[in-house]
């Protein structure tokens, strides 16, 4: 792959975001941001066109991360991974968006996170 996929990721909890986002770059991903909420997420997401999403379900804010996903899903038909601490989340399992997508139930391995990754997008590096 000649460039690096743009990520974002949407997690309320500082050190896990900056978990993630340290590990994606060194898998080969451009983080370009990371947000605590779903409207920090929608507004960055307006201007730029990313092909992944990371999403926690439960963000901070008024909006969580399902519907999030799937406002950003209006504009940009990109894989999606949830992360969740539900055991079945009921969301996820009523959800239609149109693209690949998957979950993670937190807490989870960053093999997890490289497993879902190679899932949801076929050409994702290392």
């Known amino acids: 792959m000649s460039r690096n996929p743009r990520v974002l990721v949407a997690e309320d ?4 975001a900056l ?3 340290n590990t994606l770059e060194n898998w080969g991903f451009n983080v370009e941001a990371t947000f605590r909420t779903g409207e920090e997420l929608l507004d960055f997401a307006q201007k730029d ?3 992944i999403l990371i999403m926690d ?3 901070d804010g008024t909006m969580d991360g399902v519907e999030a996903a799937s406002k950003v899903l209006e504009k940009n ?4 991974i949830f992360m969740t601490g539900e055991t079945v989340p009921d969301k996820l ?5 149109g693209v690949p997508f998957t979950y993670l139930k937190k807490p989870f391995s960053m093999d997890e996170l490289k ?3 190679n899932n949801v997008y076929p ?4």
């Open 123 to 126: 050409d994702t590096p290392g």
């Open 13 to 16: 909890e500082s050190i896990i």
């Open 77 to 80: 038909k990109i894989p999606v």
């Open 93 to 97: 399992s009523k959800l239609k968006l």
């Open 49 to 51: 066109d990313p092909e």
């Open 57 to 59: 379900i439960s963000l």
């Open 19 to 21: 978990d993630i986002k």
């Open 115 to 117: 497993r879902a990754l």
